[in-house]
């Protein structure tokens, strides 16, 4: 099982970013993925979820701002980040049940 993320970076407050993970070694179509971040010193926030039959979990504190999605025919999940703010800087672990990825590190800094 692999999970890759991919497209974190610095941006500035009020930016975007999208991120991205690839998948493979597991039947994709068929589980939940998901995001969560963590800030050093701090626990790990599941921030978004997404289903295998599309429906999503949001935290309280990205809804509105951060949209999840999927792609089976990619094996991929995404999220896309909006109306970014420094306390959304953390490290982005994608996640399905019990694999995570590396995770990318997401800072939001004028």
């Known amino acids: 099982v692999q999970l890759v993320e991919s497209g974190g970076g610095l941006v500035q407050p009020g930016g975007s970013l999208r991120l991205s993970c690839a998948a493979s070694?597991?039947?994709?179509?068929?589980?939940?993925m998901g995001w969560a971040r963590q800030v050093p010193g701090e626990g790990l926030e599941w921030v978004l979820g997404?289903?295998?039959?599309?429906?999503?979990y949001y935290a309280e504190s990205v809804k509105g701002r951060f949209t999840i999605s999927r792609d089976n025919a990619k094996n991929t999940v995404y999220l896309q980040m909006n109306s970014l703010k420094p306390e959304d800087t953390a490290v982005y672990y994608c996640?399905?049940?019990?694999?995570w990825g590396q995770g990318t590190q997401v800072t939001v800094s004028s």
């Open positions: 070694g597991f039947a994709f179509s068929s589980v939940p």
């Open positions: 997404i289903y295998s039959d599309g429906s999503t």
């Open positions: 996640a399905t049940i019990d694999y």
